[in-house]
T-cell receptor, first 116, second 111 residues
Framework: DAGVIQSPRHEVTEMGQEVTLRCKPI?????LFWYRQTMMRGLELLIY????????DSGMPEDRFSAKMPNASFSTLKIQPSEPRDSAVYFC??????????????FGEGSWLTVV | QKEVEQNSGPLSVPEGAIASLNCTYS??????FFWYRQYSGKSPELIMF????GDKEDGRFTAQLNKASQYVSLLIRDSQPSDSATYLC???????????FGKGTRLSVIA
């Protein structure tokens, strides 16, 4: 089975440009999470969706960040305008919410963003 | 504020030894506890999860949970150089809520 698929894998962009990161969760999973990882702050939750509905976006750093999940198989995270401090690895993850699996979440390969 | 604390390391152990990784958490209502391994430049991958007090064994890995002390640990027996990675502890409160991650402990197994 395909895992969580993210694109692009790597992106280098100039400050002020719009960045769009994409994610396809594992089929059948009803929860989707966007995390950001940096050396200083570790893995931070930005936002998560249950059944395509945003539940908690309190981790979104500021209004420059937005996320959507128009259907069960696709989500985007957008940064507009981007700034150098947004440079990080952005992980998308999904979960079936099954107690049998302990509510395990599965990560995509990550999108490595560099803003210069 | 739900927090998960880990010693950042690096923790260095010789090949064949037991590596012991520790984690504490602040939310007493937490229900599920996870250990992920992350190799440099890669995404976190699940090693195992535990939700009952006591030990849970899976091959060379043993997770230990003590809810009274709000403490979870991971033991790696017969450590191999391929175990060298960052180990992330994560905690889940309930249901489809997100995992809260510690910053990870970097383990180095010396051949």
């Amino acid at each position: 089975d395909a895992g969580v698929i993210q694109s692009p894998r790597h992106e280098v962009t100039e400050m002020g440009q719009e960045v769009t990161l994409r994610c396809k969760p594992i089929s059948g999973h009803n929860s989707l999470f966007w995390y950001r990882q940096t050396m200083m702050r570790g893995l931070e939750l930005l936002i998560y969706f249950n059944n395509n509905v945003p539940i908690d976006d309190s981790g979104m750093p500021e209004d420059r960040f937005s996320a959507k999940m128009p259907n069960a198989s696709f989500s985007t995270l957008k940064i507009q305008p981007s700034e150098p401090r947004d440079s990080a690895v952005y992980f998308c993850a999904s979960s079936s919410g099954s107690h049998i699996s302990g509510n395990t979440i599965y990560f995509g390969e990550g999108s490595w963003l560099t803003v210069v | 504020q739900k927090e998960v604390e880990q010693n950042s390391g690096p923790l260095s152990v010789p090949e064949g030894a037991i590596a012991s990784l520790n984690c504490t958490y602040s939310d007493r209502g937490s229900q599920s506890f996870f250990w992920y391994r992350q190799y440099s430049g890669k995404s976190p991958e699940l090693i195992m999860f535990i939700y009952s007090n006591g030990d849970k064994e899976d091959g060379r890995f043993t997770a230990q949970l003590n809810k009274a002390s709000q403490y979870v640990s991971l033991l790696i027996r017969d450590s191999q150089p391929s175990d060298s990675a960052t180990y992330l502890c994560a905690v889940n409160h309930s249901g489809n809520t997100p995992l809260v991650f510690g910053k990870g402990t970097r383990l180095s197994v010396i051949a």
